[in-house]
């Protein structure tokens, strides 16, 4: 059995770029791009002190539902986003197996764009 800390390995990737991205999607719904990423920042960072590898999982499905609903016109920010969170999912692995819900979100993914390496396409 992993050790119950072993999901923070994953790599930076979510902390440095996706609040960002995902503000970038949010664009023109509530709240300032800036305000966004302020409160996304905060929140992974809250994840990543306090929170353990299921509501990191809940995470990347809930950022997986914004970019598969996203119907903006960003499409470079929405491939990016959806590559680097199908890229969590798979690394996640290493850690926990997935759940139905997460090779669901897998799906959506790959149809947002997202673009993994042939061996794990689902």
Do not use: N
């Amino acid at each position: 059995m992993p050790h119950p800390d072993a999901w923070l390995f994953l790599p930076p990737e979510v902390e440095a770029r996706v609040p960002s991205l995902l503000a970038r999607l949010a664009a023109g719904g509530d709240g300032s791009p800036d305000d966004v990423q302020r409160e996304l920042r905060h929140r992974i960072e809250t994840l990543i002190l306090e929170g353990d590898v299921e509501q990191w999982r809940a995470f990347l499905r809930e950022a997986t539902g914004m970019v598969a609903e996203y119907a903006g016109d960003d499409v470079e920010a929405r491939t990016v986003l959806a590559s680097i969170l199908d890229d969590q999912f798979l690394l996640a692995r290493a850690v926990s197996d997935l759940e139905a819900t997460d090779l669901d979100a897998r799906r959506r993914l790959g149809r947002a764009g997202a673009t993994p390496p042939r061996s794990s396409r689902v």
